[in-house]
């Protein structure tokens, strides 16, 4: 059978690609004539000569003016191909029934719609205003009236609630409507294909909507539920355009505005947004909200809301983001191009029309919702670098940034003008201070949703005090309930389905993982010096630890993005059938994270990389003393690529933003590190809010044991270190040492007379060993703490007391004599003081159950040269970590984490991923 195409576009070069694929006989094909002025030929031509089909590119068929007879020498060309059957897939011109009807087979028409309904050109566009619930396509037999010819073959879908005209097409209606095509021939060639003549009930004739403006203008009363106007907004997306007069003010003019990307907004499951201005909008009861989100519109008649995230200013064309209206970015001018850069412009569209098989790419196509996967983006970004040359800075992430073409468009002129790299840096009003031979320059708002923000109540900041001279750096905004949910619907919103970090996929999210480590290690100096100042660190140990090991963990979780994976389980059969189950790991959603002050970056480092690469969104609440360091490494969170809202952090008093974030119902996991007495508190909030997953790494007093049988020179070099590493503001910090009695008298005279070598100085000089505590509060209970030490018969060999300067310097302490009833001896003092213990020569058994004899499991230590003692010992301590022959080695691949009242759940290693995944079971029967 010969067939002959009438029609142009897309559609119909794919259904010639099919039809050809499948062993048709095309025997011509019939389109418009190249595009006037550019001498473009229309695809399908395109796509015919490059399989060497004829091509008649046909201007008018019908004698004028617009009789029913077809041109003479056009129909001639017509007869020449000999067709026994006609396919017009997509059609504006009008066609003969002289042509029609003359092959053996005549005429079929494509419609997308489920005829008789629909009946007209805007047949999508009114399938979505009038709320159907199903779409479809018809496959008809041509005659002379509109889209009237008896029926062949129908198609079906249901509408989904946020469809558009776009997405209803690219998902069924068109590689659908080719397949039935395709179908429909097979019926045909085979005399199987059906004739049913379409009834008249039911049937609508739909009028076109293109060109009338006044059928595009919403009517707010006609459109009264949110329903309605939701239909109508999307049944007009992305032509013509809904559309109608907004303004800020009463006493401005009306601005004429388009509205796209529609979608319904549950209050009673996202919460009130927070108003960044209202607008009025002509027939609209009550004053629209713009916010984060978007433009949210009331219904006139139910009063429910809608969610509007696209607008076009008619005046100069311009598509912006329905958040940004109002605002200045909404009045500045689209991007003037050069012509090169036109032409550049014509060339990604091209790029994007042949990814996604879409012949009409607008301002807003998003290139995900149109319908690309992960392979997608890396050959738009593979054929974008080639076309604009190898200078162009472009990465997978960069387009889930940027997803709408215009966007798109913009980001890549300006990256190939040089104006940028693709690195943003939020707005805010610096805090600028002079130290370590640098100029600081930091935020002292809140963070949330990529942007430094005021709090409800900024009269309530939090000084900040440097340790070191007592004097205030400066305050920092604290945050309330109130800010805590706006950093929540933050978190929420970027964690949705749909969302760009939800779409992206996890080598990308990976690779913004390992940016954000780069970006630290290049600011390595400026973060460790802000944490030298807010939080004592000594700056050389800022540099090694505080940053360094923060690096290191962000470089080895980002590893860790690609390898999050679930299993393949046997289970039992239900015979005759077979039975699989699947673990899936998800990411569990929004996470609230509450880290200490002893390692400010460190901390939050370790909770927050686990949790962004196991892909969930975080609210922070960084220790009230020392918030600096998270909110610079904010800044470098949105230069480095992170969309909105994944990260937020949130400045603040424990009894207020921390409850608050303990006691959210959106929240769905807690990291803490803290105190134990906080962290019961934290596991109560857990249980009684909404039973929300925790993990919790709380106080220790490790143990160390010191054999006679080690290695001298190391038992002192890691004895020292193990108390005063971090001016003994360290979880994991020995508690308490027990040396065996023979070399107890040595090892005691030995570490004295190393504290007293120690450099008791300003922390920024690289000198410094030894630097002030975090806080007065904590500085006074360190020596109540020595004093209840000496009140109980401790002997007080070295310290004990405060420096003798300015600062929270406290003297490096040293007890001995000290027995298993003391307070010192079972409480955590987290600072830097040694308890010595002596136990008796050769007594293994005794020392392990004096060192058990404790609340508390964080961490232990042992020292002998003995690998079978070693291994005996560290069986049965009873702690999460056990160092043997070295102390304080912790490593971002190792997991850590306490047992008995020191907690649990990990940090660092594999097992902090675990933490912040939920597996789901999923159980499969075939045959």
Known sequence: MRVAIIGQ?????????????????????????????????????????ELQIPVFKIKRWRVPPDTDKCIPDVFEQYKSVKADLNVLPYCNQFIPMEVINFPKYKSINYHPSLLPRHRGAASINWTLIEGDEKAGLTIFWTDDGLDTGPILLQRSCFVRPNDTVDSLYSRFLFPEGIKALVESVEMIQNNRAPSFVQPEEGATYDPILRGKEALSKIDFDKSDTSEKLHNFIRGMDKVPGSWTNIRTSADLEWDKVK????????????????????????????????????????????????NVAKLQIVSTGKMIHASAYGSADANRPPLELTDEEQVIKNQIKTIWSAILSMANINSSTDFFFAGAGSMDVTRLVEEVKELVGDSLTLENEDVYTAPQFDEFVEMIIRRARGESSGCMKPEYEPVILQANGMTLEFPCQLFINNQFVDSVKPEGALEIVNPTTEGIICKVQTATKQDVDRAVKAAKTAFARGSAWRRMNARDRGKLLMKLADLMEQHKAELATLESIDSGAVYTLALKTHIGMSIDVFR????????????????????????????????????????????????????????????????????????????????????????????????????ECGQAILEHPDISK???????????????????????????????????????DCDFKKAVKFGLSSVFFNKGENCIAAGRLFVENSIHDKFVDQVLKEVKKMTIDDPLKRSTVHGPQNH?????????????????????????????????????????????????????????????????????????????????????????????????????????????????????????????????????GEEAIREYVRFKTITIEYQ
């Not at 259904?15 to 019939?30: A, K, N, P, Q, T």
């Not at 907004?265 to 984060?292: C, F, N, W």
């Not at 134990?676 to 490790?702: D, F, I, Q």
């Open 556 to 655: 080895y979780f980002a590893g860790w993005c690609d390898k999050i994976h679930g299993q393949v389980i046997p289970i039992n059969n239900a015979l005759p059938n077979f039975d699989q189950a699947i673990t899936k790991p998800e990411p569990i959603g929004v996470c609230g994270l509450i880290t200490p002050w002893n390692y400010p970056l460190m901390m939050l480092s370790w909770k927050s990389a686990a949790c962004l690469a196991a892909g969930n969104t975080f609210v922070l609440k960084p220790a009230q003393t020392c918030p600096l360091t998270a909110l610079k490494w904010a800044e470098l969170v949105v230069t480095a690529g992170f969309p909105p809202g994944v990260v937020n952090i949130v400045p603040g008093k424990g009894s």
């Open 670 to 708: 807690i990291g803490f590190t803290g105190s134990t007495p906080t962290g019961k508190l934290v596991m109560s909030a857990c249980a009684l809010s909404n039973v929300k997953k925790c993990s919790l790494e709380l106080g220790g007093k490790s143990p160390f044991i010191i054999f006679a």
């Open 259 to 306: 509205f796209f990307s529609s979608t319904h907004y549950y209050i009673e499951d996202y919460g009130m947004p927070d108003s960044l201005r209202t607008v009025q909008i002509e027939g609209l009861k009550r004053e629209a909200i713009v916010h984060k989100g978007g433009l949210l519109i009331f219904a006139n008649g139910d009063g429910k809301p809608i």
């Open 9 to 49: 576009s897309a559609f119909s070069a794919d259904f010639l690609d099919l039809m050809v694929s499948e062993g048709y006989h095309v025997c011509g094909v019939f389109t418009l004539p190249d595009q006037a002025g550019t001498g473009r030929e229309d695809i399908l031509a395109v796509r015919a000569k």
């Open 776 to 908: 007065k509060k904590h500085l006074d209970d360190l020596v109540a703490f020595c004093d209840r030490g000496v009140k109980e018969g401790a002997k007080l060999v070295y310290g004990g007391y405060r420096a003798d300067r300015k600062g929270y310097f406290f003297m490096p302490t040293i007890f001995t004599d000290v027995t298993d009833d003391m307070f010192i001896a079972k409480e955590e003092s987290f600072g830097p003081i040694m308890i010595i213990s002596r136990f008796a020569d050769e007594d293994i058994e005794g020392v392990i159950r004096r060192a058990n004899r404790t609340n508390y499991g964080l961490a232990s230590g042992i020292m002998t040269n003995d690998i079978s003692k070693a291994h005996r010992v560290a069986d049965e301590l009873n702690a999460g970590t056990c160092f043997i022959n070295v102390y304080n080695k912790t490593d971002a691949a190792a997991p850590f984490g306490g047992f008995k009242e020191s907690g649990f759940g990990k940090d660092l």
